[in-house]
């Protein structure tokens, strides 16, 4: 029978879930390709606005033994920003929100897995944008494990949750009006490494 261990990467934030059957830790890789932060906020009671950040990389290691010394490091580039409005990602880019000249990475590293159900979990952990760092928690989902049939790698797919208030880290620009409370939605891959 089959256990699961949660863990996760990410961000502001992203992310993870794994499964637990051998006795040995592995390491997955994320892939850039179909791993991503999506973001929503209040826009002045008027709206629900939605952006994304894509190509996340990082790593997370199952330790299969003792699943609470599973980790999760993930990196966050800042300037992959998409709304699919330009002139808009160009102004979250500029000092008025994320600053990507100074900040040009956020990153999320794990502390704790809490293992809630067969295949969920909350994952822990610190969540580093613009400088600042505060703990961030995750409620997460593993959606697949299996060969991944494009790359032929033991593969993991999983989603995760989490909400954090943006004036912690800064980003107060017109708040409250504009939204302090930002909900994220984790989506991601990650596979074995060899």
């Known amino acids: 029978m089959k256990h699961f261990v949660i863990r996760l990467l990410v961000l502001p934030a992203l992310l993870i879930l794994f499964p637990l059957h051998a006795l040995a830790s592995e390491t997955y890789e994320f892939d850039p390709m179909h791993t991503y932060v ?56 500029s000092s008025d929100f994320f600053d990507v000249k100074k900040f040009p990475t956020a990153s999320f590293k794990s502390t704790k897995v809490e293992v809630t159900g067969k295949n969920t979990g909350k994952v822990y952990g610190k969540l580093t944008m613009m400088g600042v760092t505060k703990p961030v928690t995750l409620d997460v989902k593993l959606l697949k494990e299996g060969m991944h049939p494009m790359k032929n790698k033991k ?23 504009l939204g302090d409370e930002v909900q994220i939605e984790i989506g991601a891959e990650a596979n074995l490494e060899k």
């Open 38 to 93: 999506l973001w929503h906020i209040n826009h002045f009671g008027f709206s629900i606005q939605t952006g994304k950040f894509t190509m996340v990389e990082g790593k997370l290691v199952v330790d299969d033994a003792k699943p609470q010394n599973s980790q999760v490091n993930v990196t966050i580039p800042m300037q992959n920003i998409a709304t699919g409005i330009p002139k808009l990602d160009e102004h979250l880019a």
């Open 155 to 177: 593969s993991l797919g999983f989603k995760a949750t989490a909400s954090f208030k943006r004036s912690e880290f800064g980003l107060d620009k017109y708040a409250p009006a």
